[in-house]
Every structure is written in structure tokens, then in C-alpha cells.
């Protein structure tokens, strides 16, 4: 997407994994999709009618929208960039889009019954909404996901590595910790 001055590859060292973001599409709880599956569906018959809000061009949830257009057939849909979740949702509660795919931004209003959530993106079923089917469930094999990990300099010798992947597990291990991102990002990579 863009050219970096260094290779992330080579040049870092990994030292834990810490979250995934939990990814997914949302409509308007008024809207006539039911099931993502329905979105797809009207899609299709309607080139260039559908919209989506994302957080900007080239950004996962974007991405995984592309994919999913693919892998769907050739759907055409206008996507609409945003600064971020609150111009996305602030446009899908206006119904200047017709969905958002987004991070869990969207989840508020979710649960405050304003949005419907019909699909996410990661590996499994998110823990805080798992009636909702991931991709692969209704037939798309992609997940999308956006991994926060915390990574060094190269060269970084394997007991220093070891020490503080020790420490970042002992403070996600705080029960504080535990209950603000229980209901924000999807089980961690393992």
C-alpha cells in the first residue's frame, strides 16, 4: 500500500501478540437486510446503488469489503472513506451510506438496537456478539482481521524478548484489562 524505509520482516523483532480488532459490516436496524447473506443478495441486483462507510481507503475493513465483493461474484458497490467510526456511523445513521464496515466503533449502537450487525470478519465468532456468523460461516472463505502486536528493533536478544512478552502477558492478565477488551477485539492470535 505504501513504500516503507525499512522491511518489517527483517527488521523488527516480534515480541507477543496482544489483541485482533473485531472487524465487521453493520446496517441500520431498520434497514430490509436481515442476514448478510440479503445485503449480498441486493447488492448484486443493484450495482452501484449500495454504499459502504469505512475508516479510509486501503484501511482492513475497506479491504475486506474488496475481497468480499470478489469472492461474492463482482459486486459493485460505492465505497465511501471516512476520518474514522464516528463520521461512518454518524453517515449510516443519516442513511447517506447503507452500511459501515468498521471496527467495533459500531458497537454502542449496536447494542442500543440502532444498528444491525450481520456479519464479522475474524476466524471465529466474536465472544461479545456470538449469535453473529464470521465469513466463512455463511460461505465467504476470508477473514479479515487487523492483529496489534508489539514488535522491537532487529537484533533484540531472545531473553529480553522473553522478559517483556512476560510482562505485556502479566498486564492483559489484569482483570481490568481484561473487561474493557472483552467487548472490543476478537480472541488474540496464538
Same mark, same amino acid.
Given at each position: 500500500m !505504501?513504500?516503507?524505509?525499512?522491511?518489517?520482516v527483517?527488521?523488527?523483532?516480534?515480541?507477543?501478540?496482544?489483541w485482533v480488532?473485531l472487524? +465487521?459490516?453493520?446496517?441500520?436496524?431498520?434497514?430490509?437486510? *436481515?442476514? %448478510?447473506q440479503?445485503?449480498? *443478495?441486493y447488492s448484486?441486483?443493484?450495482?452501484?446503488? %449500495?454504499s459502504f462507510?469505512?475508516?479510509? $481507503?486501503?484501511t482492513?475493513?475497506h479491504?475486506?469489503?474488496?475481497e468480499?465483493?470478489?469472492?461474492a +461474484? +463482482?459486486i459493485?458497490? $460505492?465505497h465511501?472513506?471516512y476520518?474514522?467510526? @464516528?463520521?461512518?456511523?454518524?453517515?449510516?445513521?443519516?442513511g447517506?451510506v447503507e @452500511?459501515?464496515?468498521?471496527?467495533?466503533?459500531?458497537a454502542?449502537?449496536v447494542?442500543a +438496537?440502532?444498528?444491525?450487525l450481520?456479519v464479522?470478519?475474524?476466524?471465529q465468532?466474536?465472544?461479545?456478539?456470538?449469535?453473529?456468523?464470521?465469513l466463512?460461516?455463511?460461505?465467504?472463505?476470508?477473514?479479515?482481521? !487487523?492483529?496489534?502486536?508489539?514488535? !522491537?528493533p532487529?537484533g533484540?536478544?531472545?531473553? $529480553? %524478548?522473553?522478559?517483556l512478552?512476560?510482562?505485556?502477558r502479566k @498486564?492483559m492478565?489484569?482483570?481490568?484489562?481484561?473487561g474493557v477488551?472483552?467487548n472490543?477485539?476478537?480472541?488474540?492470535?496464538?
Open positions: !505504501g513504500k516503507l524505509n525499512f522491511n518489517p527483517e527488521d523488527l523483532t516480534p515480541i507477543t501478540p496482544l480488532y472487524y +465487521g459490516l453493520v446496517v441500520r436496524a431498520d434497514s430490509p437486510w *436481515q442476514t %448478510v440479503d445485503f449480498i *443478495q448484486k441486483q443493484n450495482p452501484q446503488k %449500495v462507510g469505512s475508516p479510509g $481507503v486501503g482492513p475493513p479491504l475486506a469489503m474488496e468480499l465483493a470478489i469472492l +461474484g +463482482g459493485q458497490w $460505492v465511501v472513506p476520518k474514522g467510526v @464516528a463520521e461512518s456511523n454518524a453517515a449510516l445513521l443519516g447517506h @452500511a459501515v464496515s468498521d471496527s467495533s466503533g459500531w454502542p449502537l447494542d +438496537g440502532k444498528f444491525r450481520l464479522t470478519y475474524g476466524q465468532r466474536s465472544t461479545r456478539y456470538p449469535q453473529v456468523p464470521i466463512k460461516e455463511v460461505g465467504y472463505d476470508m477473514v479479515a482481521t !487487523g492483529p496489534i502486536a508489539v514488535m !522491537g532487529k533484540i536478544s531472545r531473553p $529480553v %524478548v522473553k522478559k512478552e512476560d510482562a505485556f @498486564a492478565e489484569d482483570t481490568d484489562f481484561q477488551m472483552k472490543s477485539i476478537s480472541p488474540p492470535p496464538t
